[in-house]
């Protein structure tokens, strides 16, 4: 299921019309009019987003984005896609959990991205299309990597040996969502670290196991009041 131009429900588009035949396109163009999408996204959610809006904020014609997008949702997802150009599975490989957090803490700690995640959380129900572009682009790099360090940690024994680190970034996932839904957006980076080491505390992570099984290992009384 597709947007229209004012957000009502249209038909599929034709192969066809994906590529609609006229002059060269422009990259300015093409990035103002993604720029434009975007922030009309974070700030007003998809109820009030509209190629005629998003036209007039990009300064150029509604003609200018439909011969570059066939509809609103394209629109978005290439929107979404473009946000997370630069993301890439090499940049998200951390050498422990200390660093992987303090990665995951920076882009939390951002207002943009964690306006942008909200709004397409928010937006599963009636466009799922933009929350799989999201994952397509970022969330599912993010995830696989997260999966591997835990995987690392769990062999260094600073995670149970019985942990399953799918699980765990499951919940890190979940804590990290309930963490934009509950906490404003003024959050330091150190505060949002602060709070996904606690998450994992309770997951058994003990970054002074030194090798130890951690499951097996005595808790200290300080631990145990944590």
Same mark, same amino acid.
């Given at each position: 299921?597709?947007? !229209?131009?004012? !957000?009502?429900?249209? &038909?599929?588009?034709? /192969?066809?019309?994906?590529?609609?035949?006229?002059?060269?396109?422009?990259?300015?163009?093409?990035?103002?009019?993604? /720029?434009? &999408?975007?922030?009309?996204? #974070?700030?007003? !959610? #998809?109820?009030w987003a509209s190629i005629e809006q998003i036209a007039r904020r990009a300064g150029v014609t509604r003609a200018t984005v439909y011969r570059r997008f066939p509809n609103l949702t394209e629109l978005l997802v290439r929107a979404i896609e473009w946000e997370y150009r630069e993301a890439d599975a090499a940049s998200l490989h951390w050498p422990d959990i200390e660093a992987m957090v303090t990665d995951w803490a920076g882009h939390l700690?951002?207002?943009r991205?964690?306006?942008?995640?909200?709004?397409?959380? !928010?937006s599963v129900d009636d466009?799922?299309?933009?929350l799989g572009a999201y994952h397509r682009a970022h969330g599912q790099l993010r995830g696989q990597a997260v999966r591997a360090t835990l995987e690392e940690a769990?062999? &260094?024994?600073?995670?149970?040996?019985?942990?399953?680190?799918? #699980?765990?970034?499951?919940?890190?996932?979940?804590? &990290?969502l309930q963490h934009l839904a509950a906490c404003p957006d003024t959050t330091s980076a150190g505060?949002?670290?602060a709070y996904l080491l606690?998450?994992?505390?309770?997951?058994?992570?003990?970054?002074?196991a030194g090798g130890t099984p951690a499951q097996h290992r005595p808790q200290k009384e300080h631990e145990a009041h944590e």
């Open positions: 299921m597709k947007l !229209g131009d004012d !957000g009502g429900r249209t &038909a599929e588009p034709s /192969a066809q019309s994906t590529r609609p035949p006229g002059r060269p396109r422009s990259r300015e163009a093409d990035e103002a009019i993604l /720029a434009a &999408a975007l922030d009309l996204l #974070i700030e007003r !959610g #998809i109820g700690s951002r207002p991205a964690r306006r942008l995640i909200r709004r397409l959380y !928010g466009l799922p299309e933009l769990r062999a &260094a024994g600073l995670l149970p040996s019985d942990s399953d680190p799918a #699980i765990l970034q499951h919940l890190l996932s979940g804590a &990290a505060e949002v670290k606690a998450v994992l505390r309770q997951a058994g992570h003990r970054p002074d």
